[in-house]
């Protein structure tokens, strides 16, 4: 005898729609991917397409790519890579989730976004020494109580300090602690994720076309 299965239902498609809007730089629908957190903007969504990750509300192209000058990838200077292992990794712990942030960039959602006003992304390279920092601090982040405690105090991004003293005070002797460890496991970490293609932060070198 056979059982009657049910089988269940599963759209094939996943529209674009309020819960899922447009990715601002080729226009796929944005997933979830992070809930909220009290530094950030709203909750985080990605694009499956390009990797481009979206914190709160996503405006246009136009925007996002402000937001991309805004870290001077024209220049060159390192970006953090929304498509890195170490964003994978950490998730709502990754170093490159810092206060105020909106667009968290992938080379493949640059070269979206500066194709609007007719640039290329002639070459793309790993970022070896901002890369290993943010795979440091995330692993760091996993051990304290605020964000991004460590490179802040270095003077290499904001920091979100925990809220109660206490807790500040436990932060820094755990930075402090933690801080040869973390650095033994990140660099081999970060190593690998390069070699693999999934480094943690990125330079751009843009060419008209
Ligand atoms: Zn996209």
Do not use: K
């Not at 991309?68 to 970006?79: S, W």
């Not at 007719?118 to 793309?124: E, G, K, L, T």
């Amino acid at each position: 005898m056979n059982e009657t299965q049910h089988t269940p239902v599963v759209p094939l498609e996943a529209g674009a729609g309020p819960e899922n809007p447009p990715c601002p730089a080729c226009g796929e629908p944005l997933f979830g991917w992070i809930d909220a957190r009290p530094r950030l903007n709203g909750p985080i969504r990605r694009c499956e397409s390009c990797g481009l990750g979206v914190v709160g509300e996503p405006g246009d192209g136009a925007e996002a790519l402000r937001a991309l000058d805004r870290l001077d990838a024209a220049a060159g200077a390192p970006i953090a890579s929304r498509g890195g292992f170490s964003a994978w990794l950490g998730r709502a712990g990754w170093s490159g989730l810092e206060r105020g942030a909106h667009y968290l960039f992938t080379v493949e959602a640059a070269r979206r976004l500066v194709a609007r006003r007719d640039q290329v992304v002639a070459s793309a390279r790993w970022a070896p020494p901002t890369a290993i920092a943010a795979m440091w601090q995330t692993v760091l982040n996993s051990f304290t109580f605020g964000h991004n405690v460590a490179l802040g105090a270095l003077g290499r991004g904001a920091a979100d300090p925990a809220g109660r003293g206490w807790q500040r005070w436990m932060d820094a002797l755990i930075s402090v602690a933690v801080a040869l460890p973390a650095l033994a496991v990140a660099v081999p970490l970060e190593l690998i994720a390069a070699a693999f293609g999934r480094g943690g932060a990125f330079s751009l070198r843009l060419e008209l076309l």
